[in-house]
């Protein structure tokens, strides 16, 4: 069945540093792949998506591209801000959504 | 704003005490979903509605029920919560169930606490 793979957390990064999060996935057809972020006590919102082979999702300075070859969707943020520390979901999207088990991201000043 | 409204923010029950929590949405979606969601874990599906047509994943616990009376609201019924029921719920809406490219909204969630 479908499923998707992310990194451990947390991850811990100083403010201004570079930011990625591996995510891979497995699936029979051609899902669409999302990014979804969850800030404390909060639900989850969508960061970015991308919907075919070799899309690049970008928001708020986030970025992914969507690797049919390597079967990857990471997620990529050049200067990390103390306000993006959340909890980050990676995610496909074949009829359902299959979610990450989530990584966590904490923004040290 | 169009938006997806969860009430209670946070719930209280006791073990065994029925609760319904609440779900709300202005973006006219056929689609609303409920998720429960534990400490440091994904969200797990428990149902969806299409329209009117309820739909219950193979794994949902009989002790969960949902109610869709109009297109606006949905609601989660658990009938005799217990200790582990305890998690973060939320709801979320999409436009169509089977479009792989359609995003899902969510609401903010309802925190239920079981003593």
């Known amino acids: 069945g479908n499923s998707v793979t992310q990194m451990e957390g947390p991850v811990t990064l100083s403010e201004e540093a570079f930011l990625t999060i591996n995510c891979t996935y497995t699936a029979t057809g051609y899902p669409s792949l999302f990014w979804y972020v969850q800030y404390p006590g909060e639900g989850l919102q969508l960061l970015l998506k991308a919907t075919k082979a070799d899309d690049k999702g970008s928001n708020k300075g986030f970025e992914a591209t969507y690797r049919k070859e390597t079967t990857s969707f990471h997620l990529e943020k050049g200067s990390v801000q103390v306000s993006d520390s959340a909890v980050y979901f990676c995610a496909l999207r074949d009829d359902k959504i299959i979610f990450g088990k989530g990584t966590r991201l904490h923004i040290l000043p | 704003d169009a938006m997806v409204i969860q009430n209670p923010r946070y719930q209280v029950t006791q073990f065994g005490k029925p609760v319904t929590l609440s779900c709300s949405q202005t973006?006219?979606?056929?689609?609303m979903y409920w998720y429960q969601q534990k400490s440091s874990q994904a969200p797990k599906l428990l149902f969806h509605?299409?329209?009117?047509?309820?739909?219950n994943e193979a794994d949902t616990p009989d002790n969960f029920q949902s109610r869709r009376p109009n297109t606006s609201f949905c609601f989660l019924d658990i009938r005799s919560p217990g200790l582990g029921d305890a998690a973060m719920y939320l709801c979320a809406t999409s436009m169509s169930f089977w479009s792989g490219v359609d995003e899902q909204f969510f609401g903010p969630g309802t925190r239920l606490t079981v003593l």
């Open positions: 973006l006219n979606h056929n689609v």
């Open positions: 509605y299409y329209d009117k047509d309820f739909n």
